[in-house]
């Protein structure tokens, strides 16, 4: 199936199978309590962590190895994937005035993906954030130019 239309088109899209596991798709357990990693140690494929900072995002890792030696498991092949918002050049707020997002202007950006690389990230799924939909699409555009290319 393909699909073309103003902003995405999937024509000549592929799908590949991803998961190293032949008898069932990969279980990965999401969450930012301490209890999520533990549970991906011990349960899962791979652990989904939401808008951590990469300090976060490494103690959340380490938390992760720690209960997974005490469960005798090898973790190297527990996939670490975290969703993050971007939004280029705005900063939206929470309702108390936190900035919800945790990278906002191209170097910024850079500079995060590289920090999370290095705190262990596999994954970073990304969306796009804005105020309108021309500030989604001038944002997409934005970091797709810079960080993509």
């Not at 549970?39 to 959340?60: D, F, N, Q, T, V």
């Not at 527990?78 to 939004?87: F, L």
């Amino acid at each position: 199936m393909s699909y073309k239309g103003t902003h995405i088109s999937t024509v000549g899209m592929k799908l590949h199978r991803q998961s190293k596991r032949k008898s069932h798709p990969p279980i990965w357990v999401s969450g930012n309590s301490p209890a999520a990693p533990k549970r991906a140690a011990i349960l899962g494929h791979g652990w989904h962590g939401i808008m951590l900072s990469p300090s976060e995002l490494a103690k959340s890792i380490e938390n992760l190895y720690k209960m997974g030696l005490t469960q005798n498991k090898d973790l190297s092949e527990i996939d670490i994937s975290m969703r993050a918002t971007v939004s280029v050049g705005t900063t939206p707020r929470d309702e108390i005035g936190n900035s919800v997002l945790l990278i906002y202007d191209i170097e910024a950006i850079r500079t995060n993906l590289y920090q999370y690389q290095e705190a262990g990230l596999n994954y970073n799924v990304i969306s796009i954030a804005g105020n309108s939909i021309d500030e989604v699409i001038e944002s997409t555009i934005k970091f797709g130019d810079a960080i993509l290319n």
